[in-house]
């Protein structure tokens, strides 16, 4: 069958970024809704002792939308790097929000980046028992850009630097 389908500009975003194709595709899977949040575990009839988000508010079932938006750490996180989420959005319009706040060539990197740092701290907390820390977040963010800092095109290197500087 043939058609046209409408896609949201973030997909195409994605694959024109400068991040890992480890990051791309977990971005993908996150806009997806496809990335194992406990509440696509329960979609999927998976038995969790809780379904809720082990981040902060207890009793707020982890979905895709609390996790990276809605949760306190999530702001904590977005917050660092002076950027506003709204939870009452859905993940495309705050990626559209947060092109719009930051206004820069390299705006898909800090939203996959923020969100592989929020997802590798509640990773941590899940499985090693690291309790959630918005340095730490901050700490995954800078280390994951500065390793793409090397993927950069040699004629944007300078105006990523400085944007670099400027955001840690």
């Known amino acids: 069958m043939k058609g046209h389908n409408q896609i949201h500009a973030a997909f195409t ?38 379904y809720t988000c082990v981040l902060y508010q207890a009793g707020v079932e982890e979905t895709l939308q609390h996790l990276f938006l809605g949760c306190q750490f999530a702001t904590q996180c977005w917050y660092s790097l002076g950027i506003d989420i709204y939870d009452q959005m859905g993940i495309f319009q705050a990626v559209e929000q947060i092109r719009e706040q930051v206004n820069q060539n390299f705006f898909m990197m800090m939203v996959i980046l923020m969100c592989w740092a929020i997802w590798t701290v509640r990773n941590d907390q899940i499985f090693k028992g690291i309790p959630p820390d918005v340095t730490r977040a901050r700490a995954v963010f800078a280390s994951e850009l500065k390793i793409l800092a090397l993927r950069v095109k040699t004629k944007r290197t300078v105006e990523f630097d400085l944007w670099i500087q400027n955001l840690l």
């Open 13 to 50: 975003w994605i694959w024109k970024s400068g991040c890992r194709p480890k990051h791309k595709v977990f971005f993908w899977l996150l806009l997806k809704d496809w990335l194992s949040t406990r509440n696509v575990l329960r979609r999927r009839r998976m038995h969790l002792e809780s």
